[in-house]
């Protein structure tokens, strides 16, 4: 394997800028990477080799002219399939949008390009990110590089499973309901759901409008914060963006790798253990806990007991809002349709023909869940209490952050499960998100950092910090103190541990 | 006792404009059945008297400058259709044979 995909992106941009090696090197050795490995994982369903070299000759020839344009200038990523993209497919792992090359780029991936950041391709993801497995995806699963025959999370497993089998150093996620976060648990990656509106969702083909954020998936809390820094920050074309600098995630990182939390309080959210919860998580969780305890932090039990509500409320809004945002796949500007040239069909034939053709059952089932949601009838007992919900989760937020600095609680409750086992019981893998949902419903920010293996399984487990809204500087300063007493105690870094994956032969 | 009936769910897939099959409508009733079960928890706040919360952080109008910007060309515009004609979207017909 080449030493070059092993490196953190931060050691990448240092050497590409000093020029001690290319841009075009790097990323040949990651394409490289792609072609023997991903036939077993399938992180990717698009990969642009060509236009990646080309960025990344660009980035060589502006740095040789003593321009270097971000600090992850040259630097490749692995972008999820949910965001436009002018020159690739934009499928968000649907038949829907099979070869939809977007007439515009997100706003996330026009900074990419502007900060020199080299788009690899893009990631797999359950489709329209409807999913905690990326097996709902119309192209078929991610593999998690733990381990071939299980999940490696979602929706955006395709991002976390390229960092996991060092495709890419670097990711792009969206997390509508634990999106990043999860798939970063269970591959033993960062991942960050920044404060919604902190990164513009303008180009982000929408779920659920009012919950999904786009965030930086790494290998390290540094190399998250520093791509967090390239995408967030005010977008006049998303009316949702807040117009406030962005906090400061890379002085927080450099800070906390340190090693020093005296003075942080840290609240443990006493609703999210006991049943349901893996023993091995759970010690996992209590020892990264008595790890922050070492590094100075002060740590109290913090009781949130809306927080149980959550869930439920999360599968009433978040299918609500899709059934709306899918409306537009209506087969007449862009997408699929079914029919053309039956001149017996009506256009609402063609539509219903389509979208049946075009979606997949997880799909069906929340467009048609939100659909009686939001019926008459029906829409104060559900839609209604689920947004009364919302507003008493963010109450025990408010208050919880009285007390502490921040939350933490494991980012799911299982280590990666087999894939299959829970495709036939929807509300099973709907119960991967229970921790992870209330940060999206109450729009705070919160991040999922490794915390070592399961002794039952030896997968690895995740830890969640979950900050106030635009504090997310302190999320990234407790993880990176608590990532380099976990590296040195474990006597290296934990994702030097995945298995070595058999290159396939072509 | 199943909160939401086969026929319903036929009704709300016709709404939601998804010609679903017969093995769907089984397949969904019994599914959504359950997940509906399990979300109905969130009834136990409905009668206290909380506002709700549609959006995680206050929604204001944003405004901008009336002057013209680049917009998508014709050409982009119509670059993913299922059907162009003539510089515009072509569509199935609109109305029924009655009407």
Known sequence: MSDLIRQTAAELAAKIAAREVSSVEVTQAHLDRITAVDPAVHAFLHVDAEGALAAARKVDEDIAQGHVASPLAGVPLALKDVLTTQDMPTTCGSKMLEGWVPPYDATVTRRLREAGVIILGKTNMDEFAMGSSTENSAYGPTRNPWDLDRIPGGSGGGSSAALAAFEAPLAIGTDTGGSIRQPGAVTGTVGVKPTYGGVSRYGLVAFSSSLDQAGPCARTVLDAALLHEVIAGHDPLDSTSIDQPVPAVVAAARAGAAGDLSGVKVGVVREFRGEGYQPGVVAAFDTAVDQLRKLGAEVVEVSCPSFTLALPAYYLIAPSECSSNLARFDAMRYGLRVGEGDAALSAEQVMSLTREAGFGPEVKRRVILGTYALSAGYYDAYYGSAQKVRTLISRDFAAAYEQVDVLVAPTTPTTAFPIGERVGDPMQMYLADLCTIPSNLAGNAAMSVPCGLSEEDGLPVGFQIMAPALADDRMYRVAAAYEVARDAAAGGALIHRVPELEASAR | ?99
């Not at chain 2, 709300?12 to 404009?17: K, Q």
């Not at chain 2, 009834?43 to 002057?67: C, I, K, M, W």
């Not at chain 2, 259709?81 to 029924?96: K, M, Q, T």
């Open chain 2, 1 to 99: 006792m199943p909160s939401i009936s086969r026929d319903e769910v036929a009704h709300l897939a016709r709404l939601a404009r998804l010609a679903v099959t017969e093995d769907e409508l089984d397949l969904f009733a019994g599914q959504l059945d359950v997940i509906l079960q399990s979300v109905a928890r969130v009834g136990e706040v409905a009668s206290q008297d909380v506002p709700p919360t549609s959006h995680a952080v206050p929604l204001t109008n944003v405004f901008r400058e009336d002057v013209v910007r680049p917009g998508l060309t014709q050409q982009q515009a119509l670059s993913g259709a299922p059907a162009a004609e003539d510089g515009r979207f072509r569509v199935p017909r609109i109305l029924g044979e009655e009407q």
